[in-house]
Nanobody
């Protein structure tokens, strides 16, 4: 499995921005597709965004499309999530996850990923 560590969470007012980072180690990073998920209190964990192993393709949940941007640097073994125009409903623990195989129809399922970080808290106040 790959080891993943998230950073960059914090508290921000509605309309503000945060940039999350996911640092990976333990495997060949460029072999893995990387996704961000989030889990709000009392809710199930949900898919946020994914970037393919070569960085050529990105996918987003409808709720964040146009506000969030996922990117990766395979030389640094990192994936970032730039979050703009944040809303209170974006408040959650954000996790990065990795998979070496990915079917587009399955990318939103937690079970498609075999490595997870510990999460970083994002709180957006109104």
């Amino acid at each position: 499995q790959m080891q993943l560590v998230e950073s960059g969470g914090g508290q921000v007012q509605a309309g503000g921005s945060l940039r999350l980072s996911c640092a990976a180690s333990g495997r060949t990073f460029s072999d893995y597709h990387i996704a961000w998920f989030r889990q709000a209190p009392g809710k199930e964990r949900e898919f946020v965004a994914l970037i393919t192993r070569n960085g050529f393709n990105t996918y987003y949940a409808d709720s964040v499309k146009g506000r969030f941007a996922i990117s990766r640097d395979n030389a640094k073994n990192t994936v970032d999530l730039q979050m703009n125009s944040l809303k209170p409903e974006d408040t959650a623990v954000y996790y990065c996850a990795a998979t070496i195989t990915m079917l587009q129809r399955a990318m939103r399922r937690e079970t498609s990923y075999d490595s997870w970080g510990q999460g970083t808290q994002v709180t957006v106040s109104s």
